[in-house]
């Protein structure tokens, strides 16, 4: 989403454009039945109930890794909404809904979320910059509660 708060992503990429006849057909099938909302996070996330899944990798709106991207984030993802979607997923967490959430891997986000079990560096590759010598590794911040913990260490046993 740009500035405005519209989408502005080209379909497809320099090198492989997305045609006419690509599958939205088919995904339309699959998204049959399938209730599609427009709307706060927080009030998505206030629906998630017990056996549910809530992901969320909101902008970034604090400096981390030389983000280019702090000053045009927070115009869309304020620091208050960072606190906002800490709260609402503290909620989900007491009724006992899977989060799992990427973040900046920044002090500050590590404090907001320094009661959730489970925090953790994870390094990749930066592949957004526009020019090459700005594409390299960079870490992201990934947070999950016990219930989401649980489900994955149970998975892997399967």
């Given at each position: 989403m740009?500035?405005?708060?519209?989408?502005?992503?080209p379909?497809?990429?320099?090198t492989?454009?997305?045609l006419?006849?690509?599958d939205?057909h088919g995904v339309a099938?699959?998204?049959?039945?399938v209730?599609l909302d427009?709307r706060?996070?927080?009030e998505s996330?206030?629906?998630?109930?017990a056996g549910d899944?809530?992901?969320?990798?909101?902008?970034?709106?604090v400096?981390?890794?030389?983000?280019g991207?702090?000053?045009y984030?927070?115009?869309?993802?304020?620091?208050?909404d960072?606190?906002?979607?800490?709260?609402?997923?503290r909620r989900?967490?007491?009724?006992?809904?899977?989060?799992?959430?990427?973040?900046?891997d920044?002090?500050?986000?590590?404090?907001?979320y320094?009661?959730?079990?489970n925090m953790?560096a994870?390094?990749?590759?930066?592949v957004?910059?526009?020019?090459?010598?700005g594409?390299?590794?960079?870490?992201?911040l990934?947070?999950?509660?016990d219930?989401?913990?649980?489900?994955l260490?149970?998975?892997n046993?399967?």
């Open positions: 740009n500035r405005r708060g519209r989408f502005n992503v379909r497809g990429t320099k492989a454009i997305v006419p006849d690509d939205f099938q699959l998204l049959k039945g209730e427009a706060d996070f927080e996330i206030d629906e998630a109930n899944v809530v992901f969320c990798d909101p902008p970034y709106t400096a981390h890794n030389m983000n991207f702090v000053k984030n927070q115009t869309m993802f304020s620091w208050e960072q606190r906002r979607l800490a709260s609402a997923l989900a967490d007491k009724r006992d809904v899977a989060v799992v959430m990427t973040n900046a920044h002090h500050d986000l590590r404090c907001l320094s009661d959730f079990a953790v994870v390094g990749r590759a930066s957004i910059a526009g020019a090459v010598a594409r390299r590794q960079t870490t992201e990934l947070v999950t509660n219930v989401a913990q649980r489900r260490e149970a998975s046993c399967e």
